[in-house]
């Protein structure tokens, strides 16, 4: 049982991934055949990049949608992944609480618990006490002969949704932009807001084209469209 933190990975990214986005926005437009007008020379791909940046600028986003990027993450907490996979046009592949066991289970703790003494004391006491009554609940289960295959898929009712969790994320870029706008915002919750400023940060690296003015929504429209209420005052609330 540790206190865990966020790890993100990026396993894949498209190959060619300027070049895929030139090749379907010329298709849209041409008369020629996208597959004789891509060439992936480097004169020509700073070219195609210029073109892919006015696209972009444009609000043109399904060209966007053929370059996908695949994360995979770990030290998050399974109430992060409940939000996460609400993100329907992505697919996901999460670490299962039926086939793998939680014996010692890892655990994240919010920064304001972890800040403060008394009730960083209170939710170890308490995860301490899940950790002992999940394994006392798999050895009960497990004696029965019938619900002894199902004791995961049991004991795991007891768990908190701080238990840390494993997922790989695909999105294509279209998808992220939109991942970006919600959960880059000093609305979203902090632990999501940390996993989509840590995944913006890779995808801006890999293809700054696409991504190099992504981010919460207020960034593209310079005023919060939360209104007064839930805005965090970087821009005007409208
Ligand atoms: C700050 C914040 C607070 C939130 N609070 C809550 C809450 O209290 N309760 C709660 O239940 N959820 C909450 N959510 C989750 C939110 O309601 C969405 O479920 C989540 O952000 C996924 O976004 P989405 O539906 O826009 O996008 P995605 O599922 O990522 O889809 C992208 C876009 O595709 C289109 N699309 C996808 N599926 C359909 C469809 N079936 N029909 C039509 N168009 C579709 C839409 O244009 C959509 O915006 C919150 C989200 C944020 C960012």
Redesign the pocket.
């Known amino acids: 049982m540790a206190k865990v933190t966020l790890n993100v990975q990026l396993l894949e990214v498209s190959q060619k991934p300027i070049t895929l986005i030139y090749a379907a926005c010329r298709q849209c437009y041409s008369e020629k055949f996208a597959g004789d007008m891509c060439s992936d020379q480097a004169a020509d791909v700073k070219k195609q990049e210029e073109f892919v940046k006015q696209i972009v600028a444009s609000g043109h986003q399904s060209p966007l949608e053929h370059v996908k990027f695949s994360f995979a993450i770990q030290g998050v907490s399974r109430s992060l992944t409940h ?1 996460l996979v ?5 697919s996901y592949s999460q670490q299962s609480q039926r086939y793998v066991k939680e014996k010692d289970f890892d655990y994240i703790v919010p920064p304001s618990i972890a800040q403060n003494l008394q009730a960083k004391e209170e939710f170890e006491k308490l995860m301490f006490l899940i950790q002992k009554s999940y394994t006392r609940l798999l050895a009960l289960l497990g004696q029965d002969k019938i619900s002894g295959q199902t004791a995961n898929q049991d004991a795991r009712f007891v768990l908190p949704q701080s238990a840390e969790t494993k997922i790989i994320v695909t ?1 294509n870029c279209r ?1 992220l932009l ?2 970006f706008e ?2 880059c ?1 000093g ?3 902090w632990e ?1 807001r940390l996993l989509a400023n840590r995944m913006l940060e890779i995808c801006q690296r890999e293809l700054p084209a696409v991504f190099e003015t992504a981010g919460s929504k207020c960034e593209s429209l310079k005023f919060c469209p ?1 209104g007064e209420k ?1 805005s965090c005052g970087k821009y005007p609330a409208k």
């Open positions: 939000q609400r993100h329907r046009l992505a999105m998808e939109h991942f919600h959960r915002c609305r979203a919750q999501i939360e839930f």
